[in-house]
């Protein structure tokens, strides 16, 4: 969940969409794995369905990383929220809340403190709330909740 353990590049090749001051350039925009769906579905021209089989599907996640491609710079409209066995974060900006299964949240100033040695949540308790609150919405949503779940039953006992 913290920096040294996610942070990993990504590389793209396309000669007919990347722009030329970019090739063989590092773009530092967080991006995620839920913004390789949303970029193929955009640079396709693909419409991403609403039911398959029949069955309602859960909407797209993730931005399109074709602006970071053509331009270098990427504008997200909502927060990169994720979970991996029971440890939580939510990057918002510069703001990152990260906490390790059944531990209290940790807040940081990614653009400050890229290696996240120094929690800022005493300091910034309204901004803990905000975004541990956004990410439960998300959880709910995305079917992440109860933390653990994965495991099965007799595991948790």
Request: proline share 6%; glycine share 8%; hydrophobic share 40%.
């Amino acid at each position: 969940m913290h920096e040294g353990g996610i942070s990993s590049p990504l590389i793209a090749h396309w000669p007919n969409g990347i722009a030329p001051s970019l090739r063989g350039k590092w773009v530092s925009s967080p991006a995620h794995l839920i913004d390789v769906m949303a970029t193929c579905v955009d640079l396709s021209g693909a419409v991403y369905p609403r039911y398959a089989a029949g069955q309602r599907i859960r909407p797209l996640e993730g931005t399109s990383l074709r602006p970071a491609l053509e331009t270098g710079r990427l504008s997200r409209s909502a927060p990169l929220f994720w979970e991996h066995e029971g440890n939580r974060a939510v990057r918002d900006g510069r703001w990152k809340l990260v906490a390790k299964e059944n531990q209290r949240w940790e807040l940081y100033d990614i653009d400050a403190d890229r290696s996240e040695q120094h929690d800022l949540a005493a300091r910034e308790p309204e901004r803990v709330l905000a975004l541990s609150a956004r990410w439960d919405e998300w959880a709910a949503r995305a079917n992440v909740l109860p933390l653990g779940g994965w495991r099965g039953r007799a595991a948790q006992r």
